[in-house]
């Protein structure tokens, strides 16, 4: 899901014959934790701050061998009425007893089918759980069939959603009743973590398997998409038909799926499989231009892991409210809104990467499966991985590491995240487990496994672990015994160290040069990181190699391979002159914090000669809090190489820098008003726009010329830019943007208004709340604020509006969000009427009873 190994060894790199140890300290200041170490599990407890459970596998009481379903909705209701038919046979032991997940069901009837005999159970149900009492012991050779008669009410359901995952009602009914003019009816599913049971009995684990066929009855004019194939579609009177689709591999529970709406499918294919695109009517025409890639995706994956797509088919369909990025649901990729886009939006962001991300799935959660939770990272840390190598094929290196920088921020930017392992046997729910562990720092953490142990035996490594657990479950260590198969090497310490064990190096670096010797010092010291002393956290001691990079005034002349196995080291390398050009982790690979101590000379060359993004963009940092003005001549000279630079994402750096010291804008300015107008990529012309701005009312002639840009990024942050410079100018040209049919320029639209109010424009927001996506959110709040502003002049009209929209809407998420914004609205009037005039204070207490109302309105359909 959206919205990813190893390192190491101590022993896997020998320094090379120019690289010597000179000196090395050992200390035993800090202890290690605890660890409890088995032949095949590290468990590390956590520090004593609450108690947090340990996570087992569950017991295998029995196996699900096969799921078919028999579906129908009640679209007024918002029910599933479902039959089941379960294969099941006992898992080893003999077996009478047994358990299915099925949550907020009401169950009719309960049959069990044992041999040609159809016989009544036992059963209890808690809501939660069927726990089933069948007529007679059965042996681990017998198979049997569990049916089961049954309503599901997915939206009555009161569970709570996490961070990841917003909500987790398993199955979901868009504007059921189709009151909402501004959203399509549909239904969608989503399983992870444990929400299929939601909508029908399973075993609701990521550790079982099975196959599947589901025949769903839906109208005729609506079309449906479920794992596997389509087997048929066959009309049955009344306007309905009942589509049967079939999955005969076997897979997860969670990764089952349903969506149903007016969906108009465009046609693809890789090699001899369809690849098919389920988007909204309207966004048909897009089809290609939004996933026309994805066949070149599933031919690149299946060349990198040497296992061809395993799945019967690979279809993708955009879903409204999706509670997710998207989902990895088998052959049938579920994506949130932001996916169906037209061509001016596609300027801005392709969604190459989300793509990417679930199509990597099928292979890393799909076709080998996490076996529990806990090993999380074996699906996420290499869907995030995938994104970087599709990024490598299809545009390069360099585009893929900038991309995979953000990985690295994101990580570094949680540290109360630097305390935990990616792999967590302890927590409370799973949802805990979808961060910045599990995704990008397992994905850095794959970053470096490849490139120590190179390319042909890091993708041999992924191979063997697929073939071998293929269609099956996996953890860590059977990931680990895969790389050490292709590797010949011992990979415990890299996995106990990274996967097991938390946090990261932080080193210092400094440089000597002895003149005599015709040598350079490198010495090395591993400290703790203070800022993570609030979390009462101890901090090991790594091993790793890393590449120490040194050159002349031209940049990169020769690398240097050392490994770093204690607290504090010194290395000597020759070399026959002071060196220009000197960096720790060359290659910008490891995922530590590193502060070099080094001369801004030493800075400047790195920054303008690194062949590496990451070593590039760690001078680059640096550059950021140089002492200004004395470094001014290195900083301008920065600027001037980066915003002529050849590669786009280095210009943004420099304009950057040029945010940082306005003062040098005038130099480059002319420069600066070509990139805003001409340059190919938008994401150039947005942020050079941002730097231009800084002229005040200079700027406006440039900015008012970008209003008739082809990207709505640029237009947006246009308006926005002209809001702080002048707003009534601003407004006057928003004016104009009205008909563009963008929530990205209606949001800042919005904005200008709100921050303007009493401009008479009730009108507007009327005809735009509830519409653009995921925009509508941002829309409302600003029509909030531009009712705070606007009481006394619009705020019968406004609330009369407010009132009508949420009469209409099927946004059950907003509900909260307009009662809070009443709130705000409330405390504005209450604050007006302690200088009201007597009519002001009338008009005052009409509009309090309108917002009491309307709170009544959505408490009332909270509860219902």
Known sequence: ?????????????????????????????????????????????????????????PKRVVDLLHTKLELAFDYDKQWVIGKAYLNIKPYFLPVQN????????????????????????????????????????????DTFQVILNYTAKPSELKNKGGSAITDNKGLYFINPKETDPNKPK??????????????????????????????????????????????????????????????????????????????????????????????????????????GKTPKMIEVYSKLTGVDYPW????????????????????AVLHYEGVQHDERQHLDNNHEDIIAHELFHQWFGDYVTARTWSQLALNESFATYGEYLWNESEYGKDFAD????????????????HVSPIVRYFYNDPDELFDVLSYQKGGRILHMLRNQLGDEVFFKGINLYLTKNAFGIADIHDLRKAFEQSSGEDLNLFFNQWFLGAGHPTVQVKYDYIVDRKSIIVKVMQVKDSSLSVFNSPQSIFSFPVKIGIGDSSGLVKTESIIITKKYEEFEIPYNQIPDYISFDEDGILLGQIAETKSNERWLNQFLTSKNYGTYNRANDVIKKWNLPADMPLFEKAIRAGIKHETWFKQIDALNLLNIQPALIDSFKQTIINLSLNHPVSKVRTEALVTLSSLGKESLPYLIKSL??????????????????????????????????????????????AKKGNINASAYFKSQLGKYGLYRVPILRYFGDYITKSILKEGELCLQILDEYISISSDTDLDKRVIRMNSKIRKQLVTEMKAATENQQEYYNKLLEQLNNIDKKLKLRSKT
Not at 243 to 249: A, G, P, R, T
Not at 318 to 327: E, Q
């Open 1 to 57: 899901m959206r919205k990813v190994i190893s390192y190491f060894l101590l022993s896997y790199l020998i320094l090379s014959m120019g690289c010597k140890v000179n000196k090395s300290f050992d200390s035993n200041s800090a202890k290690n934790m605890e660890k409890i170490m088995l032949d095949d599990v590290v468990i590390r407890p956590q520090a004593k701050v609450k108690a947090v459970p340990y996570q087992p596998m």
């Open 402 to 417: 900038y991309q995979f920088e953000r990985a690295r921020n994101s990580y570094f930017g949680s540290k109360n995240k």
């Open 186 to 291: 549909q239904i969608w599913t989503q399983g992870e973590t444990e929400n299929s049971s939601a909508w029908f009995p399973t075993i609701d684990n990521p550790g079982e398997k099975h196959t599947q066929e589901i025949f769903i009855t839906i109208s005729e004019s609506e079309t449906s998409l479920s794992n596997g194939l389509l087997i048929s579609s066959k009309k049955i009177g009344n306007g309905l038909k009942i589509e049967h689709w079939s999955q005969k591999l076997p897979h997860a529970p969670y990764l089952a799926m349903l969506a149903i709406g007016n969906f108009t499918v465009t046609k693809d294919k890789w090699r001899d499989k369809e690849v098919n695109y389920y988007l909204e009517p309207a966004y048909q025409k897009h089809a290609k231009m939004i996933f």
């Open 98 to 141: 047994f358990t299915l997940d099925a949550k907020g069901f009401e169950i009719q009837q309960i049959k069990a089918v044992i041999g040609k005999d159809t016989l009544a159970v036992t059963y209890q149900y808690d809501t939660f759980k069927i726990d089933i009492q069948l007529p007679r012991e059965l042996k681990r050779t």
């Open 312 to 331: 019967e088919k690979f279809s993708q369909v955009v879903a409204r409210d999706f509670v997710s990025g998207a989902m990895e649901n088998t052959g």
């Open 708 to 753: 008739n840009d082809s990207s709505y990024m640029v237009v947006s942050t246009t308006l926005g830019l002209m809001g702080q410079i002048d707003l009534d100018t601003a407004i006057y040209f928003a004016n104009q943007q009205v008909p563009v049919s963008s929530g990205e320029i209606h949001e800042s639209i919005a904005e200008l208004y």
